[in-house]
T-cell receptor
């Protein structure tokens, strides 16, 4: 079984400040890891994903995440927050042995960006 | 990226009636579609997985007779909430993948269902 823990249901940063959203996972096999963003009353948009290879993954909108196996973490960062980054962010994990078919989501982190 | 269109975006229905939600992949073949339910301020909970031409696989605790899923073509899956009750009010989201090309999952924009 797999699980995802997102520490902090709400994160508030100032515009221009560093964004750090935390994600820890539990998996019996090396997982695939994902970050999605959701704007109000909309579906999810993939920000970035890790499957294999380089552990530092760059995504859209200036976001990146680093897979750290020893820490079972996949934290999402962005050097400088923008007002448009305000949204709900979900970390997700899937089991590649099952074809990476089923996603297990964390509970989400609401990012607020203040002037 | 590929486009998944979900319709309607919102619907209000009376208790006891049935509601159908459509999920279409517009520019790719969706061999597999997923239906999620999202309660306010909570994460997405997978309800079922459907493969084109096959019966859906439901997650534990999801009533298959209440949430009917049909995936009759490679571009369309439907979720029918039968005999809806107020507790079925939620945000329903579909996602679609083409496993033959190992694509990522693309999400629809979601459907806000309110049962009154």
């Amino acid at each position: 079984a797999q699980s995802v823990t997102q520490l902090g249901s709400h994160v508030s940063v100032s515009e221009g400040a560093l964004v750090l959203l935390r994600c820890n996972y539990s998996s019996s096999v090396p997982p695939y890891l994902f970050w999605y963003v959701q704007y109000p009353n909309q579906g999810l948009q993939l920000l970035l994903k890790y499957t294999t290879g380089a552990t530092l993954v760059k995504g859209i909108n200036g976001f990146e995440a680093e897979f750290k196996k020893s820490e079972t973490s996949f934290h999402l960062t962005k050097p400088s927050a923008h007002m448009s980054d305000a949204a709900e962010y979900f970390c997700a994990v899937s089991d590649p042995t099952g074809g990476g078919n089923k996603l297990t989501f964390g509970t989400g982190t609401q990012l607020k960006v203040e002037l | 990226g590929a486009v998944v269109s979900q319709h309607p975006s919102w619907v209000i229905c009376k208790s006891g009636t049935s509601v159908k939600i459509e999920c279409r992949s517009l520019d790719f073949q969706a061999t597999t579609m997923f239906w999620y339910r999202q309660f306010p301020k909570q994460s997405l909970m997978l309800m079922a997985t459907s493969n084109e031409g096959s019966k859906a696989t439901y997650e534990q605790g999801v009533e298959k007779d209440k949430f009917l899923i049909n995936h009759a073509s490679l571009t369309l899956s439907t979720l029918t909430v039968t005999s809806a009750h107020p507790e079925d009010s939620s945000f329903y989201i579909c996602s679609a993948r083409d496993l033959s090309r190992n694509t990522e999952a693309f999400f629809g924009q979601g459907t806000r269902l309110t049962v009154v």
